[in-house]
């Protein structure tokens, strides 16, 4: 059954450094989004993507953040320069259509010392 | 309440028995969905109720859709100590949409 995957598995970087989480989508899905999950917290969305652009962003999705599908199958979140907050559990999901199932990748457990 | 509030926070029964599971939340929705997830693990997509729908089965779980209460609930029949995990509920909102907004999860633990 396919299945969106995530690289790597768990970073550890210093406060200040540029991290890139990747994520491989289901290959037919068109819609893409990344939440994070800080422990012991709830979900939050952080932002989706759709045609080459983003669709929406939340207040957590600042400068720092940005995404990229630099070709037909990766999708990537890089944050800038880490700060010790973004320490938490990144997921990647995708979707077929809007509005439809999300289905989330194992997640990349980012920690910033 | 927020968007997106299951109660109980935790619910421990025994292997078996049925576990229910209740979500609120606040706006209108697209959709409402429920997710597994085992603890630091991935989130498991479990079910999907669209608005227009009152119940759906899948297997052991049943869901059903209140709009006029705004709540849903999560059924689990029969459970089975691997069915010991967090649950979650995500609403797909109708403004701002392509965003699901998940509350804080019920921790259900399933005694041998």
């Known amino acids: 059954e396919p299945e969106v995957t995530q690289t790597p598995s768990h970073q550890v970087t210093q406060m200040g450094q540029e991290v890139i989480l990747r994520c491989v989508p289901i290959?037919?899905?068109?819609?893409f989004y990344w939440y994070r999950q800080i422990l012991g917290q709830k979900v939050e969305f952080l932002v989706s993507?759709?045609?080459?652009?983003?669709?929406?962003k939340s207040e957590i999705f600042d400068d720092q953040f940005s995404v990229e599908r630099p070709d037909g199958s990766n999708f990537t979140l890089k944050i800038r320069s880490t700060k010790l907050e973004d320490s938490a559990m990144y997921f990647c999901?995708?979707?077929?259509?809007?509005?439809?199932?999300?289905?989330f990748g194992p997640g990349t457990r980012l920690t910033v010392l | 309440s927020q968007q997106g509030e299951e109660d109980p926070q935790a619910l421990s029964i025994q292997e078996g028995e049925n576990a229910t599971m209740n979500c609120s939340y606040k706006?209108?929705?697209?959709?409402l969905q429920w997710y597994r997830q085992n603890s630091g693990r991935g989130l498991v997509h479990l079910i999907l109720?669209?608005?227009?729908?009152r119940e759906k089965h899948s297997g052991r779980l049943r869901v059903t859709l209140d709009t006029s209460k705004k709540s849903s609930s999560l059924l689990i029949t029969a459970s089975r100590a691997a069915d010991t995990a967090s649950y979650f509920c995500?609403?797909?909102?109708?403004?701002?949409?392509?965003?699901?907004?998940f509350g804080q999860g019920t921790r259900l633990t399933i005694n041998p």
């Open positions: 290959s037919n899905h068109l819609y």
């Open positions: 109720i669209r608005s227009n729908e």
């Open positions: 993507f759709y045609n080459n652009e983003i669709s929406e």
């Open positions: 706006t209108s929705i697209n959709n």
């Open positions: 995500a609403t797909d909102v109708v403004q701002g949409a392509q965003k699901l907004v």
């Open positions: 999901a995708s979707s077929e259509k809007a509005a439809d199932e999300q289905f």
